[in-house]
């Protein structure tokens, strides 16, 4: 080598150990407006998670080695691994766990790459590979950040190139480490007619799991959505606090696990348990997204941030205003014909509901679903209680200008129909086992695509009953039992929990391609069935089967932490409740409807006039005050769980000109006890007129009524009103001037 030869090699040499001594990490970035999640590629080629929180700018420097921990007695470095899999060098739950068919049941994870693309102007896509150090088994971590929303998805993708089959034991959708002083977990759980409590507690040493195994109904008891609020309780408009929300319609399993290190590892995904996946060679299993905001302003804004990302992007029509709805379910049941139907159609019309749906027992003809023990699956008009058919209806409907819908439950079937005698293959059942009847009804095996088929042609004759039929009821009444698919192969068996939902999102896929303008609602005995997963697909929700207002107050407030109230179906129904026998007054029930998608569970003719009179004045306000409602931010002020016996909040529209409160007194106050609130959220450089909505007989709640405020005196001041029995509420319009 010449000296001018090795004179160049020795710059060469020089400069690269220059660059290496800075030591600068390798960092990949996803950023929102107002978010940021940081992640670096050390050393020994393992990527490591190091932040996410508010957004921040800069060269990486603090992560050179933020979080590095060493294990005891030894010199290895550990860092929090953006997908922790078994064996790498950490006790905490694993994101991944595979077996090989040598036997190796451990993972090493090493990044290979990542790209980043714009799916539009307001959706950044990151895209990173893993792979195993020793095996040709790679990872695709998948981050989509909604910019103005301030949300970011994570969903994770695992193929096989090895020449031999793959177990796959668990495949998580996401892993969060958190370091902090304290943790309060805020997470919603219940049961029928009582969904969405929420509980918040103090996250301790060990592993908190919040889970399902029911298959269908899967949200029923626990909701995958949840709340993570560090170094103290979780307040509204203070404080840091994560939000998270798994898109996932079967069985689930959240973790939360605080190490010896005092660090939170949170999982969240499809539930391991009897669900061990075969991936053939070239096979790919993806998991569902996973989505997470951050807020340093306390958990407001995080519910604000996810009904702002729901009305766009995860639900059909989110920008559309929803109807007035007349539910015939609590009015009717199953006892109906033409004239009962047309009767209430027509009081539906004096009274300004837009849109009559008809629910359960229209259908059946050798076995007539004149109760919930026959017909289900027999898609065909009933002839004995419609003998003209649906048309004939919907035509009724739309000369008194209201829209017409239809209740249908095409996952389940009645022992007692056509369809069961003609294919038992299609039943949920475990080989060699009888299939346990819940509800007098059994599921139809939606691993199977002759099952797909069949209900997305269900869906199709059902439409073509009529062309004027803009609205479906989609419910799903029991969840799984006795697991097991006629369809799948025997050694494919723990397929059965994801293969089912991912039938269930093929069948909405293809319905939604074919009948994009149709509202689908999501229901599933109430809120079964409340997640990201399916509602992308749907218009709205049923909350609750429960609608008396006093538990609906609970119920939504829980669900509205993380569902927006436009897709929220809320409706005055009868006195007494029919759930919980209890009576409240008219103007209650429409108080607490009004805060959602306003509809009515009853029989119009059950009311008397002078409530038909209030009905009506009511759905006109509510006519004024829809878009603010549906569209609106989110502030909540006194929680139904404070113990002070108010419930509080308001609906603010985005240009902060017009805003909706509501407050309600949910137990009797002594004298001395009076409502006083402010009004975090308005603009304080503008004023408003406040008009009080819905009162009675002329008595107000609110001195101020038809008077103007400025935001100033309204947010650091507040109003005080006078409602201090149960059952006692107001709703405020408050209009910029």
């Known amino acids: 080598m010449t000296l001018k030869k090795r004179f160049i090699a020795l710059l060469f040499i020089c400069f690269t150990i220059a660059l290496t001594g800075q030591n600068k990490p390798d960092i990949i970035q996803i950023n929102t407006d107002q978010l940021s999640i940081i992640l670096s590629i050390k050393d020994d080629g393992r990527l490591a998670f190091q932040y996410f929180g508010r957004k921040i700018s800069g060269d990486g420097a603090l992560f050179e080695q933020y979080r590095t921990r060493f294990l005891p007695d030894t010199q290895y470095p550990v860092w929090n691994e953006v997908y922790p899999a078994y064996g790498a060098r950490s006790f905490i739950e694993p994101a991944l766990q595979l077996t090989h068919p040598n036997g190796v049941l451990t993972t090493e994870l090493t990044y290979r790459s990542h790209s980043k693309r714009a799916i539009d102007n307001n959706i950044e896509e990151t895209h990173i590979r893993l792979k195993d150090k020793r095996y040709e088994v790679y990872i695709d971590v998948c981050l989509k950040a909604y910019q103005k929303e301030n949300i970011i998805s994570e969903s994770v993708r695992i193929k096989n190139e090895e020449k031999n089959p793959l177990l796959v034991q668990k495949l998580a959708s996401s892993y969060l480490p958190l370091h902090a002083n304290a943790y309060y977990l805020t997470h919603f759980h219940g049961t029928w007619a009582a969904e969405m409590n929420l509980t918040e507690e103090a996250l301790t040493t060990g592993i908190k799991l919040i889970e399902t195994k029911k298959g269908v109904r899967a949200t029923q008891s626990e909701n995958p959505s949840f709340l993570l609020s560090l170094n103290g309780k979780a307040n509204e408009e203070s404080g840091e606090v994560y939000g998270g929300s798994l898109a996932w319609s079967g069985n689930y399993q959240l973790s939360f696990q605080i190490d010896e290190s005092g660090i939170l590892h949170t999982l969240a995904g499809m539930n391991p348990f009897a669900s061990s996946y075969t991936l053939e060679k070239n096979e790919a299993l993806e998991s569902p997204e996973m989505l997470w905001t951050y807020s340093w302003n306390g958990k407001g804004q995080v519910s604000r941030n996810f009904h702002r990302w729901a009305r766009k992007y995860g639900m059909q029509h989110g920008d559309v205003e929803r109807p007035i709805v007349l539910n015939s379910w609590e009015g009717a049941y199953f006892n109906f014909n033409d004239s009962i139907l047309t009767s209430m159609i027509d009081d539906a019309a004096e009274l300004g509901v837009e849109l009559f749906v008809l629910d359960d027992?229209?259908?059946?003809?050798?076995?007539?679903r004149d109760n919930d023990k026959a017909g289900l699956g027999d898609w065909q008009t009933n002839t004995k209680k419609l003998p003209g058919g649906i048309h004939p209806l919907a035509e009724y409907a739309h000369t008194k200008n209201v829209d017409f819908g239809i209740w249908i439950e095409p996952e389940m079937v009645n022992p007692k129909s056509e369809l069961a005698e003609k294919n038992p293959g299609w039943i949920v059942r475990s080989k060699g086992r009888e299939p346990y009847v819940m509800r007098n009804q059994w599921i139809l095996d939606l691993t199977n695509p002759q099952v797909q088929d069949f209900?997305?042609?269900?869906?199709?004759?059902?439409?073509?009953?009529?062309?004027?039929?803009?609205?479906?009821?989609?419910?799903?009444?029991?969840?799984?039992?006795?697991?097991?698919?006629?369809y799948l192969k025997e050694e494919e068996q723990s397929h059965f929990w994801i293969d089912y939902v991912q039938g269930l999102y093929t069948v909405y896929e293809r319905i939604r391609k074919k009948h994009p303008d149709i509202s689908i609602q999501l229901c599933s005995s109430g809120?079964?069935?409340?997640d990201y997963g399916a509602l992308r697909f749907h218009d709205e929700f049923w909350a609750s089967d429960n609608t008396n207002p006093l538990n609906r107050i609970f119920i939504q407030y829980g669900t509205n932490h993380l569902f927006p109230a436009i897709g929220t179906g809320s409706h005055v129904s009868a006195n007494p409740n029919h759930q919980t026998g209890m009576s409240s007054p008219l103007k209650f029930r429409f108080d607490v409807a009004m805060s959602g998608r306003l509809g009515l569970e009853l029989q119009p003719k059950d009311m008397t006039e002078k409530e038909k009179d209030f009905a009506a004045k009511a759905i006109v306000h509510y006519k004024r005050i829809r878009p603010v409602v549906q569209f609106g931010d989110l502030y909540r002020y006194h929680s139904p769980y404070d113990g002070s016996g108010w419930t509080s909040f308001m609906y603010i529209s985005e240009k902060k000109d017009k805003a909706v409160f509501f407050a309600y007194s949910i137990q009797h106050h002594e004298r001395t006890k009076f409502f006083e609130c402010k009004l975090n959220g308005l603009d304080t450089k503008k004023k408003y007129r406040i008009t009080e909505l819905n009162t009675n007989n002329g008595i107000k709640s609110f001195w101020g009524d038809g008077k103007i405020f400025t935001g100033e005196e309204l947010a650091y001041v507040g109003i005080n009103l006078s409602i201090r029995y149960l059952y006692e509420s107001?709703?405020?319009?408050?209009?910029?001037?």
């Open 527 to 530: 809120g079964g069935r409340l």
């Open 361 to 368: 027992g229209w259908f059946g003809n050798k076995y007539p």
């Open 455 to 486: 209900i997305v042609d269900t869906f199709d004759e059902i439409i073509r009953l009529s062309p004027l039929i803009s609205y479906v009821k989609w419910d799903a009444n029991r969840h799984v039992e006795n697991a097991g698919s006629s």
């Open 730 to 737: 107001t709703v405020l319009l408050l209009e910029e001037i």
